[in-house]
């Protein structure tokens, strides 16, 4: 994997920013600070039809439109617009860059000026966040925008965390959550995944400690390697089997001599692409995020409690081949919310995709949203 990718444009990312920034879980002042951020469809007069859309860990705020880097079409575009389970034409749709991103929100790439004087990036400097740090920042984003309440806040994987935390942190702003094939707590086999992609960028010559972009270098091989082990995870054996098998790539029958598996030739262009988009210190920072995750921790280990007395209406999906997260892991989540005497609904999709399939053509997933969204809007009172 003999890459030396070019340096990312520059883009002027839609943010804001907040002079007064943000006090983190750790104590650490991220100030200013930016958030960067996509809308979609119109805001209206009773200012009741807003859904924040929150992204997975390698995910961004470009997700109903094509995307600046890659010119892609936006991550969840086949459920969000005109029309779609997420109706851009009836409700005012917000994504924004988590903090610690790599899409114009505040974290390790982001210009800032150093106790020195200087401007560089955070680099290294960055502090550590937390997902209750994201949510923080998205909640001074949804104020500033003027929204009073949410109509619902939904999201899939480390998305499906913030959507939880939203709901534990501002249960009076979320009417309705749509936490989709996540869990309360990142699990002891999840945090061994990302510790090997964290590894992999760690050795990579040009990481340079962290410090990589004085030289104008990127830690491409590490971070590629991340990519390939953390996608394979997003995937399950069927859909590999499916997709590729035992196929060679250009050859009929094995030779020994430079053969390459279909699959091998997949995830190198899943690596290699990836590292065109995605700064390392970000992939740290957010993988580590993920990693502290655990609602439950705050209430004494029963998750039952951070949903105490809510009255936001719930709906959870997970998928039977996912084991990234499985649906035990959802199933715990709607018995808390039982305990907690929420408004909950809950469905498993039977699908071979993976992990993956939250962001892929599921129709049965798409409906039982689309169902929830609609429910929520009319008892919302949403025109």
């Known amino acids: 994997m003999d890459m030396a990718p070019p340096p990312q444009p520059a883009i002027d990312h839609q943010h804001i920013v907040f002079p007064q920034g943000l006090t983190l879980d750790c104590g650490e002042l991220v100030a200013p600070m930016r958030v960067a951020y996509r809308t979609y469809g119109a805001l209206n007069a009773a200012r009741n039809n807003a859904i924040l859309v929150c992204h997975a860990l390698t995910g961004d705020q470009y997700v109903a439109e094509t995307h600046p880097l890659t010119g892609k079409p936006g991550w969840w ?5 005109a029309g779609k389970q997420i109706d851009t034409d009836r409700f005012f749709v917000i994504c924004a860059n988590v903090l610690g991103g ?10 800032r000026t150093a106790p020195d004087g200087s401007e560089r990036p955070w680099g290294v400097d960055f502090p550590p966040v937390t997902i209750r740090d994201m949510v923080r920042a998205q909640k001074m984003l949804v104020d500033h925008l003027g929204i009073p309440k949410l109509m619902a806040v939904i999201g899939g994987s480390m998305g499906g965390m913030q959507v939880l935390e939203w709901a534990a942190t501002y249960p009076e702003m979320v009417f309705a959550a ?5 869990a309360a707590y990142h699990s002891a086999q999840n945090i061994a995944f990302h510790e090997v992609g964290r590894a992999a960028i760690h050795s990579d010559p040009d990481y340079k400690g962290g410090r990589y972009w004085e030289e104008d270098r990127i830690p491409a091989q590490g971070l590629s390697v991340a990519r390939m082990v953390a996608h394979i995870t997003y995937l399950s054996e069927q859909a590999l089997t499916r997709k590729f098998g035992r196929k060679l790539r250009g050859a009929n029958a094995l030779t020994f001599l430079e053969d390459v598996f279909e699959v091998e030739s997949y995830l190198r262009y899943q690596g290699s692409t990836f590292v065109n988009r995605f700064d390392a210190n970000s992939y740290l920072t957010i993988t580590r995020a993920m990693d ?36 035990a892991q959802s199933r715990d989540i709607v018995r808390a919310l039982n305990r907690a005497a929420a408004n909950v609904s809950f469905v498993e999709i039977k699908s071979d995709k993976g992990h993956d399939a939250f962001l892929l053509d599921e129709p049965v997933f798409h409906a039982a949203l689309g169902g929830f969204i609609n429910g929520a809007a009319e008892k919302m009172g949403v025109a």
């Open 77 to 81: 575009s086949n459920i969000v617009g």
């Open 292 to 327: 502290y995750f655990d609602l439950a921790k705050e209430y004494g280990g029963d998750l039952a409690g951070a949903f105490k007395g809510t009255k936001t209406r719930f709906f959870l999906a997970s998928f039977d081949s996912d084991w990234l997260f499985p649906t």
């Open 178 to 182: 749509a936490p989709i094939a996540t």
């Open 102 to 111: 790599c899409m114009g929100s505040s974290g390790p790439r982001e210009m």
